[in-house]
């Protein structure tokens, strides 16, 4: 019998979207053709997502952003635009590592992000996730003046199963110390990338071999409950209900991609991403009983009963 059920607690779902251009720049089929898709999916799931937008991205689609909120799922931000790696030369595609950029630099991207969305959405915005999740301590700590009050750029299986924290002012990917910690709750990512070495990318280290969606990832579907299965296990021993972070991208439930031959591996999984996410979702449901919360709600719940910092309850 699993912890959840003996404990009589029901574990956390979140789900979370980009909306943004595809691999290829100029593409934004995921976007036109594979949001209406997910949102529709999530109804019947009664699912509530967190949609990580561009700013740019979400301006040029009114429709497609009036439909996510009206649905009642919250959007957060991924940055402002997807042409930044033609201005600043960094990345193979879609935006830059925001950790490469200079001071003045980051906060003017992420704050000019920040108002746009919240002009479009006429919403205070308090979710973000990292494009490529590439993070640091700067950015974190700009990102927590700026008001935001949760972030999810940290990779679980990458650094070890992980529970929500509060990184600490010295070093992001630790928790509290002497140096103090930020407001803002990081929340790991349960699934997106797939892990065999340690590189450094520019001045800062990086885990990764290549980045893998949750579609590309049911192929190996066993793999991805194994995971699920490690989280539940680390939550027990820490006395928690088991939390599981999904990253999506927009592009991975859209059949017959354009740019397929440039990405093949990508446009591979999601030809049948839709199936497969499905079939991930009635598993999780069956064998975790999870609630499906945004990322904004998950953190109002979060310091209420369980941070070992601000929890009455701990």
Not at 229 to 248: K, R, S
Request: proline share 5%; charged share 25%; aromatic share 12%.
């Amino acid at each position: 019998m699993h912890f959840d059920k003996v404990k009589g607690m029901k574990g956390f779902g979140l789900i979370t979207l980009t909306m943004r251009n595809d691999p290829i720049p100029s593409s934004f089929e995921g976007v036109e053709k594979g949001l209406p898709v997910f949102l529709e999916l999530f109804r019947r799931y009664s699912i509530r997502t967190t949609v990580f937008a561009k700013a740019r991205t979400a301006q040029r689609y009114p429709e497609i952003l009036d439909e996510i909120i009206n649905r009642g799922n919250e959007v957060g931000c991924c940055g402002y635009r997807d042409d930044m790696l033609e201005i600043y030369g960094k990345g193979v595609f879609h935006s830059p590592d925001i950790p490469t950029l200079k001071p003045h630099a980051k906060r003017s991207y992420l704050k000019s992000a920040k108002s746009l969305l919240e002009r479009l959405i006429s919403h205070k915005v308090e979710s973000f996730s990292a494009p490529e999740l590439a993070m640091d301590t700067e950015t974190l700590s700009i990102l927590d003046r700026l008001g935001f009050s949760v972030d999810s750029s940290f990779c679980s299986p990458t650094y070890g199963n992980r529970v929500p924290y509060h990184p600490s002012k010295r070093d992001w990917q630790s928790t509290f110390d002497r140096e103090g910690m930020f407001n803002i709750l990081e929340v790991p990512i349960t699934a997106g990338f797939h892990v065999s070495k340690r590189e450094r990318v520019g001045f800062y280290d990086y885990t990764f071999e290549q980045l893998h969606s949750v579609p590309f990832r049911l192929d190996k579907m066993d793999d991805l409950i194994k995971i699920c299965d490690q989280v539940q296990t680390c939550w027990q021993d820490y006395g928690f209900p088991p939390i599981f972070v999904l990253l999506l991208h927009s592009w991975d439930v859209v059949k017959s991609l354009s740019w397929k031959n440039k990405f093949p591996l990508w446009a591979k999984g999601a030809e049948h991403g839709e199936e497969k996410l499905e079939k991930l979702l009635t598993i999780i449901d069956e064998r975790y009983n999870v609630r499906y919360l945004t990322m904004s709600e998950f953190r109002r719940i979060w310091e209420t009963k369980y941070c070992p910092h601000h929890s009455c309850a701990r």
